[in-house]
């Protein structure tokens, strides 16, 4: 069956055709793959082609698609039961492991999703605060619950803008969005505001409006105005966590937020997320505090099997070097190419993450972002598709490269983009 043929089956029985919106194409034109199996760095489609995969289930196939350790610790658990709504050892392992390899997660609950995290996260820093207000910065993504669902206002102090119709205008009200990397901003919303404000949450690297990377002070100076507010910080390393070495990258930038949000790559490819942080605050949760929080599948056995085995590959392998290699690799044979030949397409890239802008911006926030032109990463998109290479279909997402990418991978990735330039 063709590509075409389930996306028009799909769209009678599932809105818009797809489970998740940016699968539907619409960043990029065209009909939306449908992938039959995936093993290493490769995907295999249901017309039977086979495709180098950059975009990696969106970073959580850190190892590659199909692990083999990983699948046979799926395998065996399945076989010893995939779900009980009782407590298993496993959970404790895993949750130990988080703690010993995180700097400042005292205490840790495992959910099922990025989005389940966040709103934990954020409803622990207001029943601790006992204030309602958070700062979130443009071009962040947190998920889809209601107050992460607000973009910039008219104005630094109206408080946001609803970006999803069903979200509560009181709920925009009590969000104040500022620009990413703009201390200035925080400063002015803190300075009139301080005393509303429960956290300020930030993706540490922004990895949802493509690659951006924090100025060197912005996290510390973050750090800073959420101590003067009394507010907590919180880093939302649904991406970040565990992508750039075995760790988070508060670690990386010595900065400690009060809360943490994990995902991706501590499930291992299953929905598995995580919300943790210093004990004072995580300790307020159900049973032992006031602060309601529950889930049947969380702390999934399956998806904790495949969560521990990946940490403890990534642990032993230690392909983070490599990956970052790779990156710089194809950051710099694309952009030497394009300023040769005066083209304004530029590769960000930080460890084996990156994102091709149509610009040359170089990008601080999401006005920075804006300037990339999206009809022309579209068409680069498809020419790069056609070669045999799978980007993310979108200007606004982020590439990886995964413990299983080669230096063969990353040549014949630049070479299709050079030749769609």
């Given at each position: 069956?063709?590509?075409?043929?389930?996306?028009?089956?799909?769209?009678?029985?599932?809105?818009?055709?797809?489970?998740?919106?940016?699968?539907?194409?619409?960043?990029?034109?065209?009909?939306?793959?449908?992938?039959?199996?995936?093993?290493?760095?490769?995907?295999?489609?249901?017309?039977?082609?086979?495709?180098?995969?950059?975009?990696?289930?969106?970073?959580?196939?850190?190892?590659?698609?199909?692990?083999?350790?990983v699948t046979e610790a799926i395998?065996?658990?399945?076989?010893?039961?995939?779900?009980?709504?009782?407590?298993?050892?496993?959970?404790?392992?895993?949750?130990?492991?988080?703690?010993?390899?995180?700097?400042?997660?005292?205490?840790?609950?495992?959910?099922?999703?990025?989005?389940?995290?966040?709103?934990?996260?954020?409803?622990?820093?207001?029943?601790?605060?006992?204030?309602?207000?958070?700062?979130?910065?443009?071009?962040?993504?947190?998920?889809?619950?209601?107050?992460?669902?607000?973009?910039?206002?008219?104005?630094?102090?109206?408080?946001?803008?609803?970006?999803?119709?069903?979200?509560?205008?009181?709920?925009?009200?009590?969000?104040?969005?500022?620009?990413?990397?703009?201390?200035?901003?925080?400063?002015?919303?803190?300075?009139?505001?301080?005393?509303?404000?429960?956290?300020?949450?930030?993706?540490?690297?922004?990895?949802?409006?493509?690659?951006?990377?924090?100025?060197?002070?912005?996290?510390?100076?973050?750090?800073?105005?959420?101590?003067?507010?009394?507010?907590?910080?919180?880093?939302?390393?649904?991406?970040?966590?565990?992508?750039?070495?075995?760790?988070?990258?508060?670690?990386?930038?010595?900065?400690?937020?009060?809360?943490?949000?994990?995902?991706?790559?501590?499930?291992?490819?299953?929905?598995?997320?995580?919300?943790?942080?210093?004990?004072?605050?995580?300790?307020?949760?159900?049973?032992?505090?006031?602060?309601?929080?529950?889930?049947?599948?969380?702390?999934?056995?399956?998806?904790?099997?495949?969560?521990?085995?990946?940490?403890?590959?990534?642990?032993?392998?230690?392909?983070?070097?490599?990956?970052?290699?790779?990156?710089?690799?194809?950051?710099?044979?694309?952009?030497?190419?394009?300023?040769?030949?005066?083209?304004?397409?530029?590769?960000?890239?930080?460890?084996?993450?990156?994102?091709?802008?149509?610009?040359?911006q170089t990008m601080r926030n999401?006005?920075?972002?804006?300037?990339?032109?999206?009809?022309?990463?579209?068409?680069?998109?498809?020419?790069?598709?056609?070669?045999?290479?799978?980007?993310?279909?979108?200007?606004?997402?982020?590439?990886?490269?995964?413990?299983?990418?080669?230096?063969?991978?990353?040549?014949?990735?630049?070479?299709?983009?050079?030749?769609?330039?």
């Amino acid at each position: 069956m063709t590509h075409a043929e389930l996306f028009e089956r799909a769209c009678r029985v599932i809105p818009g055709g797809v489970n998740s919106p940016v699968r539907a194409f619409n960043g990029v034109g065209g009909t939306p793959l449908y992938v039959t199996s995936g093993k290493a760095q490769k995907i295999t489609t249901c017309d039977a082609r086979e495709l180098v995969d950059f975009c990696c289930s969106w970073g959580a196939m850190i190892l590659g698609h199909a692990h083999p350790e990983v699948t046979e610790a799926i395998c065996a658990q399945a076989g010893r039961g995939t779900t009980f709504g009782i407590n298993t050892a496993i959970e404790v392992d895993l949750a130990e492991r988080l703690c010993a390899l995180v700097p400042g997660l005292e205490r840790v609950r495992l959910v099922n999703s990025g989005t389940e995290a966040v709103m934990t996260a954020i409803r622990i820093a207001r029943g601790v605060t006992g204030r309602k207000g958070i700062i979130k910065f443009d071009g962040c993504y947190h998920g889809h619950s209601d107050s992460m669902l607000v973009s910039a206002g008219s104005g630094l102090l109206t408080g946001g803008t609803l970006s999803s119709l069903g979200v509560s205008h009181r709920v925009a009200s009590d969000t104040y969005v500022a620009p990413y990397n703009d201390i200035n901003a925080v400063k002015e919303i803190i300075g009139q505001k301080g005393h509303e404000i429960a956290a300020i949450i930030v993706e540490p690297v922004a990895a949802n409006m493509g690659l951006v990377c924090p100025d060197p002070t912005f996290l510390s100076k973050l750090r800073h105005e959420a101590d003067r507010c009394g507010a907590l910080l919180i880093f939302d390393e649904v991406i970040d966590g565990f992508r750039f070495h075995a760790s988070t990258y508060a670690k990386l930038a010595g900065v400690q937020p009060d809360l943490f949000t994990l995902g991706k790559v501590i499930g291992g490819g299953l929905p598995l997320a995580a919300v943790g942080g210093y004990s004072v605050f995580m300790d307020q949760l159900a049973p032992m505090g006031g602060i309601y929080q529950a889930g049947t599948l969380s702390g999934n056995p399956l998806a904790v099997a495949a969560g521990l085995k990946t940490l403890e590959v990534l642990e032993r392998d230690d392909p983070y070097g490599r990956m970052e290699e790779l990156g710089n690799r194809l950051a710099k044979t694309v952009n030497e190419a394009a300023v040769e030949k005066g083209k304004p397409v530029r590769i960000a890239n930080f460890k084996g993450v990156f994102t091709l802008f149509c610009s040359e911006q170089t990008m601080r926030n999401l006005t920075d972002v804006r300037t990339s032109d999206v009809a022309e990463y579209a068409r680069i998109f498809h020419a790069v598709l056609d070669a045999g290479y799978y980007l993310p279909p979108s200007q606004f997402e982020v590439g990886f490269i995964s413990a299983a990418h080669t230096q063969a991978d990353i040549d014949g990735l630049s070479s299709a983009i050079l030749a769609a330039m």
